[in-house]
C-alpha cells in the first residue's frame, strides 16, 4: 500500500485566496483525520470522520475553515479565506478500528505557507 | 483544561546510554496511550501503545510503562543510538473515542 497521499505537499498563497488541501486515506481505513502542527500548539485534531461521515469538528478553528469526505478514499480540508496564522503544516492519518487498536497513519503533510 | 505535557523540548543524550521521556496529563482519563516517532519533514510513525490496565510494554530497544495514578507515561530507548534522533510525541485516547490528543513532543539528540 502507498500510505496515506497528501497533496500538494506545499502551498504557498497570499491571504484571502482559497486553499485546498487534499488527502487519500489507506484503502479499508474507515477514519480519516485532519490535523494541524505548528511550533507553538504542536499537533491539533481538526476534524475526524468515520465512514466518511464528519464525527467530531470541534478543532475547526472557526468557518472558515471546512471539510469533506464524498466518498471513502478521498477528503479535503478547504480554507476560505486564507490567513497568515492559518501558516502551518496540515497532516492527514487515517485508522482502521480493529481488535481495539487505533493506530493512526499519517501523510507527509501539507507545510502551507500564506503571506 | 485539559493538558499533556512532554518533560522537555529538547533532550540530548550520549550513544549507547539509555534515552527516557515523560508524557504527563492532567485532566484526563485515558484508556491508552501511545507513542510515536516524527522526523522532520514527515508525518508522525506509530511506535507503541500502552492500555490503562497494563503497567508496561516492551518492543526491541523501547519500553514504555503507564501510571494512572501518577497520571504519566514514560518512555524509554536502550542503547540509544544517532539514528533513535527525532522528535518523539506522546497521544492519550479514550474508550469508545478513535480520535487522540497529542503532547508537544519531545525532541531527542542522540550523540555519537
Known amino acids: 500500500d502507498a500510505g496515506v497521499i497528501q497533496s500538494p505537499r506545499h502551498e504557498v498563497t497570499e491571504m484571502g485566496q482559497e486553499v485546498t488541501l487534499r488527502c487519500k486515506p489507506i484503502s479499508g481505513h474507515d477514519y480519516l483525520f485532519w490535523y494541524r502542527q505548528t511550533m507553538m500548539r504542536g499537533l491539533e485534531l481538526l476534524i475526524y470522520?468515520?465512514?466518511?461521515?464528519?464525527?467530531?469538528d470541534s478543532g475547526m478553528p472557526e468557518d472558515r475553515f471546512s471539510a469533506k469526505m464524498p466518498n471513502a478514499s478521498f477528503s479535503t480540508l478547504k480554507i476560505q479565506p486564507s490567513e497568515p496564522r492559518d501558516s502551518a503544516v496540515y497532516f492527514c492519518?487515517?485508522?482502521?478500528?480493529?481488535?481495539?487498536?487505533?493506530?493512526?497513519?499519517f501523510g507527509p503533510g501539507t507545510r502551507l505557507t500564506v503571506t | 483544561s485539559q493538558k499533556i505535557e512532554q518533560n522537555s523540548e529538547a533532550l540530548n543524550i550520549q550513544e549507547g546510554k539509555t534515552a527516557t521521556l515523560t508524557c504527563n496529563y492532567t485532566n484526563y482519563s485515558p484508556a491508552y496511550l501511545q507513542w510515536y516517532r516524527q522526523d522532520p519533514g514527515r508525518g508522525p510513525v506509530f511506535l507503541l501503545l500502552i492500555r490503562e490496565n497494563e503497567k508496561e510494554k516492551r518492543k526491541e530497544r523501547l519500553k514504555v510503562t503507564f501510571d494512572t495514578t501518577l497520571k504519566q507515561s514514560l518512555f524509554h530507548i536502550t542503547a540509544s543510538q544517532p539514528a533513535d534522533s527525532a522528535t518523539y510525541l506522546c497521544?492519550?485516547?479514550?474508550?469508545?473515542?478513535?480520535?487522540?490528543?497529542f503532547g508537544t513532543g519531545t525532541r531527542l539528540t542522540v550523540i555519537p
Open positions: 470522520f468515520n465512514n466518511n461521515v464528519p464525527i467530531d
Open positions: 492519518a487515517s485508522s482502521h478500528r480493529l481488535a481495539g487498536l487505533y493506530e493512526q497513519y
Open positions: 497521544a492519550l485516547g479514550q474508550t469508545g473515542a478513535n480520535n487522540l490528543f
